[in-house]
């Protein structure tokens, strides 16, 4: 099999067998696309792939360091592994020569949560500041501006009240919730690698914004191929992240929030005021879809850091300059 038959049927691989969501077959099927290169480029010519070396991988490692970031090479790394394990798989080489080529350390920031003030300023933001244009607007326009308020209300609740990551929250269709099973209305998020799926009840804000926005969303109409998209643009369209993000700074700016504020903020802000109100990490785990609990231990450092800004500001005994 030479590397233009592999790649494709690598992709495919991903596609069919793995059901991978386009865009991370689209990420896979770069990196992999990117060894072939770095190691034709050194020799003028395709490797056999039977020859394929941990040496071979890792010069293209040492090639990436200064040029992209531990996560990226670490990302990138991950991808190859995965293309010799389907190498392997299919007879192609004896090995995987990746398996022993270790990635670069990545340092793990702390999450940026909002502070409870300003997460409130965020999601009341459509529905308690004015106009932010100052463009003159037709009666129809108005009207618009008006049902996309609602919009971004409700989006804004569910972001906070559920702690979603952006990418599920566009891809909600309005079959996705569930109000007649439960006590509490319930959402159906599919996410990750392989179309996984999990529950997660929406709470009482975002269940009211929601219920106020549903309404507009028939009037706003939607596009033949989005018809039952829950959160849609002027156009009918299928919301898309980048055009989350930019609603979320959009609406920071004109609420007045101290912090700079991104959909994964909201995010973050979710687990970590659970876990301040004493929310056991494991639901913590299932809420957010994290497949480790170790993904989710982070906000345990996230919260003793609030603990301790807290204590340090209150306790007269821990007050710098005190005896």
Known sequence: MDWDTAI??????????????????????????????????????????????????????AALFGVNGPATIGRKLSSVRAFCVFLVKRGEIAGNPAAAVRGPKKRR???????????????????????????????????????????????????????????????LDLSDIDRDRYDTPMLMVRHGKGDK???????????????????????????????????????????TPRSVQRMVKRWTIAGGVHAAATPHALRHSFATHLLDEGV??????????????????IYTKVSLDHLMKVYDGAHPRARKGRD
Do not use: M, W
């Open 8 to 61: 494709a049927a690598f992709t495919r691989y991903l596609e069919v067998e793995r059901a991978y969501s386009p865009r991370t077959v689209e990420v896979y099927t770069r990196d992999v696309t990117a060894l072939r290169e770095h190691l034709r480029a050194k020799r003028d010519r395709d490797i056999p792939l039977a020859r394929l070396s941990a040496i071979d991988v890792r010069s293209q490692l």
């Open 197 to 239: 799926a999990r529950q997660v009840p929406v709470g009482g804000a975002a269940d009211r914004a929601l219920a106020v926005y549903l309404p507009a969303r028939r009037s706003l109409g939607a596009r033949s191929g989005d018809a039952d998209a829950l959160f849609v643009n002027a156009s009918g369209e299928r919301l």
């Open 280 to 297: 056991d990490l494991r639901a913590i785990q299932e809420l957010l879809g994290h497949a480790s609990l170790s993904s989710t231990q």
């Open 109 to 171: 920031g702390l999450p940026r949560a909002l502070d409870v003030d300003d997460a409130f300023r965020l999601v009341e933001a459509p529905t308690s500041t004015g106009r932010t244009s100052h463009r003159r607007l037709s009666a129809t326009e108005e009207a618009r501006h008006a049902l996309l308020r609602l919009r971004d209300a409700a989006l804004l609740e569910l972001l906070y009240g559920t702690g979603l990551r952006v990418s599920e929250a566009c891809a």
